[in-house]
């Protein structure tokens, strides 16, 4: 089946522009995570959802930074006012959420950000 | 932050060798997965191990965990060319987010 999509593959943008990014999950998996990767470095998680609602943002580094997820299926990741340190790839990844000890979370290509 | 500390950054072996990593991680775990990445793009996951196993096979790979060292390794057996990617260990403290270390580079010359 479909796995989970991610778009843009690439975004390049200027500082101070505001960017969205999208994450369509597979579907039926009820929680999704948005996880930032920055260059040599592992993921690092911003925010996860359960449904429609955030159950976890305590990763989102400040206040530009927004996801949204309204009807508990496609996500959006808002920055607002980038700046050059966001630069990174953006990954976003699905669960099922059947055992908590034994849930895998399914990862999407990545969205690449470049801030110029 | 990062929980875990991947051993060694980089590695660099022989098509047929074994390849063996390590990971340390700081907090108390309800699981512990192994994920590999290619190109510095999506990631695969290969195996999860829960907090009260201490071994796990999956084909070429095998993982073992010691809760009480805060450790884990995940061995690839009879490595092949295609297995060279970044291999990142991830703890899942019952928070639900992972927390990820900075990864071993393997490199599988053939």
């Known amino acids: 089946g479909a796995g989970v999509s991610q778009t843009p593959s690439n975004k390049v943008t200027e500082k101070g522009k505001y960017v969205e990014l999208r994450c369509d999950p597979i579907?039926?998996?009820?929680?999704l995570y948005w996880y930032r990767q920055s260059l040599g470095q592992g993921p690092e998680f911003l925010i996860y959802?359960?449904?429609?609602?955030?159950?976890?943002d305590s990763g989102l580094p400040n206040d530009r930074f927004f996801a949204v997820r309204p009807e508990g299926s496609v996500s959006t990741l808002k920055i607002q006012r980038t700046e050059r340190g966001d630069s990174a790839v953006y990954l976003c990844?699905?669960?099922?959420?059947?055992?908590?000890?034994?849930?895998?979370?399914?990862f999407g290509p990545g969205t690449r950000l470049t801030v110029l | 932050s990062q929980q875990g500390e991947e051993d060694p950054q980089a590695l660099s072996i022989q098509e047929g060798e074994n390849a063996t990593m390590n990971c340390s991680y700081k907090?108390?775990?309800?699981?512990l997965q192994w994920y590999r990445q290619n190109s510095g793009r999506g990631l695969v996951h290969l195996i999860l191990?829960?907090?009260?196993?201490r071994e796990k096979h999956s084909g070429r790979l095998r993982v073992t965990l010691d809760t009480s060292k805060k450790s884990s390794s995940l061995l690839i057996t009879a490595s092949r060319a295609a297995d060279t990617a970044s291999y990142f260990c991830?703890?899942?403290?019952?928070?639900?987010?992972?927390?990820f270390g900075s990864g071993t580079r393997l490199q599988v010359q053939p």
């Open positions: 990844a699905s669960s099922p959420k059947r055992l908590a000890d034994t849930d895998t979370q399914y």
């Open positions: 579907s039926g998996h009820t929680a």
């Open positions: 959802f359960q449904g429609t609602g955030a159950a976890d």
């Open positions: 907090t108390s775990i309800n699981n």
């Open positions: 191990i829960r907090s009260n196993e």
């Open positions: 991830a703890t899942d403290t019952g928070r639900r987010a992972l927390t």
